[in-house]
């Protein structure tokens, strides 16, 4: 993990999950907080090192590795808790992500893991989209829905925090397919995120850009072009069962899932998109002698 300055007074833990930090008149403000104890013990230590304090934490979704460590740092300073509704559900209700990912049914235990399930913790305040005072900081809240059903980015001192609302190069290429929850919802933040005017932009995973819009058209292509793959894959077929479509396309670009956390992941990613297909009628999906099929839009 490293510690670098973004502007002044603006910073972020760079490493597998970036964190955001921020410090004025004597308050200091994290934005998200790594994935467990120990990503938690690396930011405290560096803090006390430099002298810095730390008072406020905001969390920008309920996904493990941007909340996973917030039980450490609460135990070991007096910080308020901030995060949007929904994900504020599921961070002191943890099991409801693997719960979801598992259909609605409860988890077996493969999935019951620090990945998926962190320590629940207690939020103290509910935060939305829009302007915001926190102590002495006067951020911008942005809705970046997509990833994750509430999530959010903050801008601070003309930096904005953005996130899982995009991913970083070397990220895109890593994971193949992103996940998301919402194509079509993660598409239209991608575009809210190409109309802001800052200083500059730090994704969850990925480098801080100061023209980072490169970055998040590259996003916005390769969610096209899963999509339209998909359809073709689709077209191929008279009509396919839906867990037929996933694994065909997930061996089509060269994904090879050896657990099911991460099967389901991918699982999750592709439903999004053909839900977007489905949306605006190129594909249709209906029950087949007890068994979701999925076939062109006739």
Request: with cysteine; net charge negative.
């Amino acid at each position: 993990m490293e510690f670098i300055s973004l502007r002044e007074n603006t910073y972020a833990f760079t490493g597998a999950v970036n964190i955001g930090y921020s410090m004025k008149e004597g308050k200091g403000l994290l934005i998200d907080t790594g994935l467990d104890d120990s990503a938690a013990n690396k930011v405290l230590r560096i803090l006390d090192e430099k002298g810095l304090p730390l008072d406020y934490c905001i969390i920008t979704h309920a996904h493990t590795d941007h909340y996973g460590g917030a039980d450490r740092i609460r135990s070991k300073r007096d910080v308020k808790i901030l995060a949007p509704r929904l994900e504020k559900a599921i961070m002191e209700n943890p099991v409801l992500e693997p719960i979801y990912l598992f259909n609605g049914a409860f988890p077996p235990i493969s999935l019951r893991n620090k990945f998926l399930e962190a320590k629940g913790i207690s939020v103290d305040k509910e935060i939305e989209a829009g302007p915001f005072q926190l102590g002495p900081f006067q951020l911008d809240i942005l809705g970046l829905p997509g990833h994750s059903y509430g999530q959010i980015g903050v801008m601070v001192e003309g930096v904005l925090y953005a996130s899982d609302a995009y991913f970083g190069k070397e990220a895109l290429a890593k994971h193949i397919v992103p996940f998301i929850a919402d194509a079509d919802q993660t598409l239209a933040t991608l575009h809210y995120i190409l109309e802001q005017s800052c200083h500059g932009s730090i994704p969850g995973h990925g480098i801080y850009e100061e023209d980072f819009r490169k970055t998040v058209e590259e996003n916005i292509a390769l969610h096209h072009r899963h999509m339209k793959a998909l359809e073709e894959l689709i077209a191929g077929k008279q009509s396919c069962s839906f867990e037929g479509i996933v694994k065909e396309y997930l061996n089509e670009v060269g994904v090879s899932s050896r657990q099911l956390g991460q099967l389901l992941l991918y699982r999750t990613s592709i439903t999004a998109y053909l839900i977007s297909l489905e949306r605006r009628e190129r594909i249709t999906m209906v029950v087949t002698q007890n068994e979701l099929v999925v076939a062109l839009h006739s």
